[in-house]
T-cell receptor, first 117, second 114 residues
Framework: DTGVSQDPRHKITKRGQNVTFRCDPI?????LYWYRQTLGQGPEFLTY????????KSRLLSDRFSAERPKGSFSTLEIQRTEQGDSAMYLC???????????????FGPGTRLLVL | DAKTTQPNSMESNEEEPVHLPCNHS???????IHWYRQLPSQGPEYVIH???SNVNNRMASLAIAEDRKSSTLILHRATLRDAAVYYC???????????????FGQGTRLTINP
């Protein structure tokens, strides 16, 4: 399977604990995105990496959230001191640059579903 | 941010065509219209995109109004596997040329009856 993978698929934690999620993009893709999806809503953009550089962060990404992509391959998203409002599906997507005049396609992983008790 | 408006839900029968509407009255002249769908317990997947003229691919067709303020995703013969939430999306360019933030609305939940 050469698609985007995410680990774990499910995570249950207690309020106040730290959690870390991993995303492995499609191997030749140098762009990586994180989105968050709450129940009944569409995904919302969180952050974007071009290779190892984090180039865009949403206002949704509070100080408790940090994302890294250390070698421009896999990425991690850490949430410190989790709150019940952090309960959501965390989605990762990857893409590669498209030729001028063409639109990129983002390929999504299956997501990590987080439940904060 | 330019927004899209879709019906919350639609229902169709298997092997019949499905027309999923989307309004995007604040679209700018350079905005592409993208459609993604999300099957149960999966991440979104790309369906189709277009700018001005109608587009076809193996999954669907996209009909874009002449004023570009609305579009319709057409599934020519729906199957049970097409049951999903369909999102009509406008994008926002990010820092690097070509990188885009997908701006999802609530989408249309499509139910297919056997």
């Amino acid at each position: 399977d050469t698609g985007v993978s995410q680990d774990p698929r499910h995570k249950i934690t207690k309020r106040g604990q730290n959690v870390t999620f991993r995303c492995d993009p499609i191997s030749e893709h140098n762009r990586l995105y994180w989105y968050r999806q709450t129940l009944g809503q569409g995904p919302e953009f969180l952050t974007y990496f071009q290779n190892e550089a984090q180039l865009e962060k949403s206002r949704l990404l509070s100080d408790r959230f940090s994302a890294e992509r250390p070698k421009g391959s896999f990425s991690t998203l850490e949430i410190q001191r989790t709150e019940q409002g952090d309960s959501a599906m965390y989605l990762c997507a990857s893409s590669q640059p498209s030729p001028p005049g063409f639109q990129e396609t983002q390929y999504f992983g299956p997501g990590t579903r987080l439940l904060v008790l | 941010d330019a927004k899209t408006t879709q019906p919350n839900s639609m229902e169709s029968n298997e092997e019949e065509p499905v027309h999923l509407p989307c309004n995007h009255s604040t679209i700018s002249g350079t905005d592409y219209i993208h459609w993604y769908r999300q099957l149960p317990s999966q991440g979104p997947e790309y369906v189709i995109h277009g700018l001005t003229s109608n587009v076809n691919n193996r999954m669907a067709s996209l009909a874009i109004a002449e004023d570009r303020k609305s579009s319709t995703l057409i599934l020519h013969r729906a199957t049970l596997r097409d049951a999903a939430v369909y999102y009509c999306i406008l994008t926002i360019p990010l820092s690097i040329q070509g990188a885009q933030k997908l701006v999802f609305g609530q989408g249309t939940r499509l139910t297919i009856n056997p």
